[in-house]
């Protein structure tokens, strides 16, 4: 691992390798995102040297295991300019920066219980000059007050916890999801197999999380019935095998 301060050489190879997997399946970034996406790598690498925000085995596979995994939400949904996401869990910042890069003018709002994550995530966004992430302390069960479009999160509880404090927290207001080829030269970046987004204009605000393995009895304990999409049919990659997308409306 790298050391505090100290060149970050090797993982900068890393990262200009293994953006390569984003690029595989997403097309028309800007030079910015790119530059943003690239920059994540050593990033992670340098904080991970310090702070234990992900397990330290999969600092060589970041891009794969926490970065296109984020990205799965957004291969899957098209959030609206303005909309407003609220990342329960975030933990070192997933799927919640991925995500605002992705979506630059969507606002999104991070939320952890343990405040050295968000040192993470606070210095990552300023380096990479995130304009668009927030992030809160607390546990999300006690935010008042505010309301969010969309809330997302990967695989930090069990879906029932996760709808009981999302439910509360969304808006009941007009969709903030569209279909992407109802748009005319959209800049934002396109997955390479649009047939793969969305084809609901009027999707709910609703959860939105990440999941794997049998996900039987925790839907059924849940008492939601979530649309379900397997990422491997995104991302044919062995890793995303029995890895899903859940959207449970509101």
């Known amino acids: 691992m790298p050391s505090p301060g100290k060149p970050v050489s090797r993982y900068v190879r890393i990262?200009?390798?293994?953006?390569?997997i984003i690029l595989k399946y997403f097309s028309d970034f800007t030079e910015q995102q790119i530059?943003?996406?690239k920059a994540l790598g050593s990033l992670y690498a340098d904080w991970n040297?310090?702070?234990?925000?992900?397990?330290?085995?999969?600092?060589?596979?970041?891009?794969?295991?926490?970065?296109?995994?984020?990205?799965?939400?957004?291969?899957?949904?098209?959030f609206t300019n303005g909309s407003e996401i609220i990342d329960i869990g975030t933990g070192?910042?997933?799927?919640?920066?991925p995500l605002a890069i992705f979506f630059p003018e969507v606002e999104f709002?991070?939320?952890?219980?343990?405040?050295?994550?968000?040192?993470?995530?606070?210095?990552?966004?300023k380096e990479i000059n995130l304009k668009n992430v927030t992030t809160e302390h607390?546990?999300?069960?006690?935010?008042?007050?505010?309301?969010?479009?969309?809330?997302?999160?990967?695989?930090?509880?069990?879906?029932?916890?996760?709808?009981?404090?999302?439910?509360?927290l969304l808006r009941n207001s007009n969709?903030?999801?569209?279909?992407?080829?109802?748009?005319?030269?959209?800049?934002?970046?396109?997955?390479?197999?649009?047939?793969?987004?969305?084809?609901n204009p009027k999707l709910a605000a609703g959860l939105i999380c990440l999941k794997g393995g049998d996900l039987a009895q925790e839907i059924s304990d849940s008492g939601t019935r979530p649309?379900?999409?397997?990422?491997?049919?995104?991302?044919?990659?062995?890793?995303f095998r029995e890895k899903y997308v859940l959207y449970v409306p509101l």
Not at 15 to 20: E, F, I, L, P, Y
Not at 181 to 196: A, C, E, H, V
């Open 92 to 97: 070192g910042g997933f799927p919640g920066i």
């Open 138 to 168: 607390t546990r999300v069960e006690e935010i008042r007050n505010r309301k969010f479009d969309f809330a997302v999160s990967r695989a930090v509880a069990p879906l029932k916890d996760l709808w009981r404090w999302a439910k509360p």
């Open 49 to 78: 040297s310090k702070i234990n925000i992900i397990s330290r085995k999969d600092i060589d596979c970041l891009y794969e295991k926490h970065v296109l995994h984020s990205l799965s939400i957004a291969a899957v949904f098209d």
């Open 15 to 20: 990262a200009m390798q293994q953006t390569n």
């Open 227 to 239: 649309r379900i999409m397997e990422i491997a049919e995104i991302f044919p990659e062995d890793f």
């Open 35 to 37: 530059h943003q996406f």
């Open 175 to 199: 969709p903030r999801i569209q279909d992407p080829r109802s748009k005319i030269q959209d800049p934002r970046p396109k997955i390479q197999d649009p047939k793969s987004k969305t084809q």
């Open 109 to 125: 709002h991070l939320v952890d219980s343990i405040a050295k994550k968000l040192k993470v995530v606070d210095a990552i966004a």
